[in-house]
């Protein structure tokens, strides 16, 4: 037995990073299903890759497309193509999710991407180099290196999920050089599956394989080149076909997106994202920020340029860099092209321009003509380039090894291994984990098989709470958290919904229903449990609160109060035909002098009506306007399509419109000529609505035949 343990060239070395990677992650494993390790991003983070993991034992389990979820984003849902959803974990460990629930399916994907992570750098270690014992230090400079255990202490599974991209560059190399169908086809699987796990080690390993592809063909005698592009040819084809159903679907997801402000986001400055995700070149030259005796003072020093984010910690670390130029001035020949390609890596990591501490350069740099190609501009994330560096410290690490034992005796050679490892273990050791323990109010446990949606007061687009209390109750979401939020108009269109949403109540009177009853509006969304946590609001806003909860509720009671929370349930009511609309793009703010209330259009405003129900409604509009200062005549648009034209007068004055609403969503559209308004600069006008009123036929057979002034 011991003798095929030597002979075999990953058992021993599987074993081996299988057990540092329990020792790395070893305060978790006493409460393996119950908490997750990491810093305060992991607390975030780390519960959104959880409910992943949730989601899509849930949606294989129901027969449900695991890439669109209806739980997060009610009703309208969001695609969950361009998230995080490193669906790949979610399918390997099925099995465990089930077994033992999503927190240690999440704690075992950890472990295993740390261990195969290492194999996987051994594997092209040992391919470069044949010295087994160098190869598998290159294996733990990959897999233990700052980069990797940053995504650990970050929670962020999806770019933890290493093993992928370094098994893909072993068999890419081994393709090219023993030109096997066989192995290219195996790479062209492993690209897929990098691209099934995260969007940007797609990028990043998509950009590595065409410099590896231009390096080695160049490099190659004539002879080989047709063999070699072959090969080439057939990886790219294979990861085309099983990212075919993912690429095909990108576009469309990428149009539902929402651009969100943060405070180090100017959506009307983007590149200011970008640089403030990119590396910093002090980055490159820092020891290990997570490290448990001197990592409070380097991020400390870190945190004066980059203030806000967290993915500054890319140390390539000293020793393996040391051993790299040992490489590359005794085997020059072998190690100078993965030099190349973790070089350029390194430019590309640096962003669109140089940053040197606080100083921000104007010397330009090669990412910038990867913004200038379509479709890259989501790809905010250069530092993260650092993975391929990473990945290359592997072989260069084992050849800088091998030509030191080389020139030594069999013992010092075996010595200088053993302090070479000694000194990485020292530059590269684990942070003191912080424990998340899953923790949600009791009452979400109550509510679980009910049927009706849930909206949460605060709602928040950046927090994981609702997510872990979602994995408990299992219902839908009003909002949700995913990384890149969709266009969500209904929160702050819905009468009833945009109240809690905004957490105030309504001050408008422009749109009015005459049946306006808020609990039959929130029986008609499905919408059916409310939830107030008092704790995470500011007492400051607590009145408002109220004033809101009133408005949507009335005198309705809470079915559970305690120090944390209010719960309220809507009582079930048989569902009506109901249209409510609001106004769209278009309109300048609402206006008010006391007694009227007014909103001007420039050339264009857009009404939204959304029918809940499953049937055709017939409505009627009813709009009292006014042009400005001369009468204007007004197209009518209403889904794109032409619905006739309108005289609006300068005095105000009543005008409908009757239209069969069909269900979902639509714009009615007015067109006018604008004028520019003296009184306010900048600002073009053209006509105002001072009162709206939808009814439906049935309510306008109780109204008066002739139209009567309806000004508030």
């Excluded at 075999?8 to 074993?15: E, G, M, N, V």
């Excluded at 990886?235 to 990428?254: I, M, Q, T």
């Excluded at 687009?461 to 939020?485: D, N, T, Y």
Aim: with cysteine; hydrophobic share 50%.
């Amino acid at each position: 037995m011991w003798q095929f343990l030597k002979k075999s060239a990953y058992i021993l070395p599987l074993s081996g990073y299988l057990a540092l990677s329990l020792i790395v992650i070893a305060p978790v494993l006493p409460v393996f299903t119950t908490a997750l390790p990491g810093g305060p991003i992991a607390d975030v983070d780390g519960w959104q890759n959880v409910w992943n993991l949730w989601w899509v034992h849930r949606a294989v389990t129901t027969a449900t497309n695991p890439f669109f979820t209806p739980l997060l984003f009610y009703p309208q849902g969001v695609d969950l193509t361009l998230q995080t959803l490193n669906i790949s974990n979610g399918i390997l460990f099925l099995p465990i999710t089930a077994l033992a629930g999503p927190i240690a399916a999440y704690n075992a994907a950890v472990i295993t991407a740390l261990t195969l992570s290492g194999i996987g750098g051994y594997a092209l270690a040992l391919r470069v180099s044949s010295d087994r014992l160098a190869a598998f230090v290159g294996g733990a400079v990959f897999t233990f290196s700052p980069f990797h255990l940053t995504k650990v202490w970050d929670g962020q599974l999806e770019l933890i999920t290493m093993q992928w991209v370094a098994l893909y560059a072993f068999f890419l190399l081994r393709a090219v050089e023993e030109e096997q169908r066989r192995d290219a086809l195996i790479a062209g699987v492993l690209l897929a599956l990098i691209g099934y796990t995260s969007w940007y080690y797609l990028f990043f390993f998509s950009v590595y394989s065409v410099l590896f592809a231009a390096i080695w063909l160049a490099w190659a005698q004539p002879r080989q080149r047709w063999g070699m592009m072959r090969q080439f040819v057939t990886v790219s084809a294979c990861g085309l076909l099983f990212l075919a159903p993912l690429l095909v679907a990108a576009p469309r997801a990428a149009q539902a997106m929402l651009v969100i402000s943060s405070p180090w986001f100017d959506p009307a400055h983007p590149l200011d994202k970008i640089l403030t995700r990119s590396a910093n070149v002090y980055d490159l030259a820092l020891p290990n920020g997570l490290h448990p005796l001197w990592g409070s003072a380097v991020e400390t020093l870190v945190r004066t340029w980059h203030p806000y984010i967290g993915a500054w910690n890319i140390a390539p670390g000293y020793t393996a860099l040391a051993l790299s130029i040992a490489a590359l001035i005794m085997d020059r020949r072998e190690a100078w092209r993965w030099a190349v390609i973790g070089l350029i890596a390194i430019v590309l990591s640096l962003g669109p321009i140089v940053q040197i501490g606080t100083m921000r350069t104007s010397i330009p740099l090669p990412y910038q003509m990867i913004l200038a190609i379509p479709g890259l501009e989501l790809a905010r994330r250069p530092s993260h380039f650092i993975v391929i560096t990473t990945l290359m410290l592997a072989p260069l690490t084992a050849l800088g090894l091998r030509e030191l034992r080389r020139r030594l005796p069999q013992r010092q050679g075996y010595a200088i291994i053993g302090a070479c490892a000694a000194l990485i273990a020292v530059e590269c050791a684990p942070p003191r984990w912080s424990l998340h323990p899953f923790q949600v109010h009791p009452y979400y446990e109550r509510i679980a098989g009910h049927i009706g949606a849930v909206i949460e007061v605060p709602a928040s687009l950046e927090a994981s709470m609702p997510l872990k209390a979602q994995i408990v109750h299992g219902r839908p979401l009003v909002g949700g958290f995913v990384s890149r939020p969709p266009h969500y108009a209904f929160v702050e269109q819905a009468p009833g919904v945009r109240q809690l949403w905004r957490m105030r109540p309504d001050t408008t009177r422009l749109f009015v229903n005459p049946a306006d009853d808020r609990l039959m509006e929130l029986n008609a969304y499905g919408i059916r449990h409310i939830i107030v946590h008092w704790s995470r609001i500011p007492v400051e806003r607590h009145t408002e609160v109220r004033e809101s909860l009133h408005q949507v509720l009335g005198s309705l009671s809470p079915i559970y109060v305690d120090q944390d929370l209010s719960a309220y349930v809507v009582p079930y009511r048989e569902a009506q035909p109901f249209v409510y609309p609001a106004f769209g793009k278009g309109w300048h703010p609402e206006e008010y002098d006391g007694h009227h209330r007014w909103r001007w259009m420039g050339e264009e405003g857009e009404i939204v009506l959304v029918n809940t129900s499953q049937e055709d409604v017939p409505a009627h509009i009813l709009l009292y306007l006014q042009s400005y200062r001369t009468p204007r005549r007004a197209t009518v648009m209403f889904d794109q399509q032409s619905a006739g034209s309108l005289l609006v007068l300068p005095k105000a004055s009543g005008i409908a419109l009757r239209l069969l609403i069909p269900p979902g969503e639509h714009r009615l559209v007015l067109r006018a000529s604008v004028d520019e308004d003296p009184n306010v600069p900048d600002r073009s006008v053209s006509i105002a609505v001072f009162a709206a009123r939808l009814f439906t036929s049935a309510e306008m057979e109780r109204i008066q035949r002739s139209l009567l002034p309806i000004m508030p």
